[in-house]
């Protein structure tokens, strides 16, 4: 695989996980019973956090899929963001922490390559 193709799967796989952040907006609107506790206790909070995380990894993948190097460096921040606090919003985190580790493997690959120490 090269840096190209790696490039794109990690763009994909941010603008999936970004729309999922975004989509997650409408859980204002579920009934409280259906919620999960955590959201229960402050759901604006939440709602707009996962807004600025959504259009932070929309933001990201189109960077990366233009090849800026901020981008690709922008994208490995918010992965590894995710991968330290997607254990503390169990179930969801589960979904975080597999889409955190694909973006962060794909760019760093993109960043080194496959260049021997």
């Known amino acids: 695989m090269d840096r190209k193709t790696s490039a794109k799967i990690a763009s994909i796989v941010l ?3 970004g729309f999922i952040e975004i989509l ?6 579920v009934p409280a019973e259906f919620a999960p506790t955590w ?3 402050r759901p604006i909070f939440w ?5 600025i995380y ?7 993948g189109y960077a990366t899929w233009s090849m800026k190097k901020w981008g690709i460096v922008f994208g490995m921040a ?3 963001t995710s991968m330290i606090v997607a254990p503390s919003i169990y179930p969801f985190g589960v979904m975080d922490l597999l889409l955190a580790v694909i973006v962060l ?7 080194f390559g496959d260049e021997k120490l």
């Open 15 to 17: 603008f999936v996980h």
């Open 54 to 60: 959504g259009m932070s990894r929309l933001i990201a």
């Open 24 to 29: 997650a907006v409408t859980a204002l609107f």
């Open 47 to 51: 709602a707009v956090i996962s807004a």
């Open 39 to 41: 959201f229960q206790e």
């Open 105 to 111: 493997v794909s760019l760093l690959y993109v960043w």
């Open 78 to 80: 918010l992965s590894i």
